[in-house]
């Protein structure tokens, strides 16, 4: 089991910047990657973006494309998520959780470690 641990989230106003930060422990090795997530009261979950833990390749979703940017720091097995340009639409609790698929990374289905997750807040 891997265990989760988000941080980072806030109140910030439109056009503002947060990171996100998830720091993994317990059995990490059994992962191949680590997508965020995020639920907005009324919503279903979306895919934010998700990073492999042992290559470059990463994937961000529509919705934050250009604006959203994930990294990982293997010698920590801490990921982040960097946030610029922030929308009200934005608002929502962000998670971060691992996968031992190296497919279909955007479906929360395939994921199967859960942090609690971190409210994000934006006003307009």
């Known amino acids: 089991q891997v265990q989760l641990v988000e941080s980072g989230g806030g109140l910030v106003q439109t056009g503002g910047s947060l990171t996100l930060s998830c720091a993994a422990s317990?059995?990490?090795?059994?992962?191949?990657?680590l997508g965020w997530f995020r639920q907005a009261p009324g919503k279903e979950r979306e895919f934010v973006a998700a990073v492999y833990w042992n290559d470059d390749n990463w994937l961000v979703g529509d919705s934050v494309k250009g604006r959203f940017t994930i990294s990982r720091d293997n010698a920590g097995n801490t990921v982040y998520l960097q946030m610029n340009s922030l929308k009200p639409e934005d608002t929502a609790v962000y998670y971060c959780?691992?996968?031992?698929?190296?497919?279909?990374?955007?479906?929360?289905?395939?994921?199967?470690?859960w942090g609690q997750g971190t409210q994000v807040t934006v006003s307009s």
């Open positions: 959780a691992t996968t031992r698929s190296k497919w279909f990374l955007s479906n929360a289905a395939n994921y199967d470690s």
């Open positions: 317990g059995r990490t090795a059994s992962s191949v990657a």
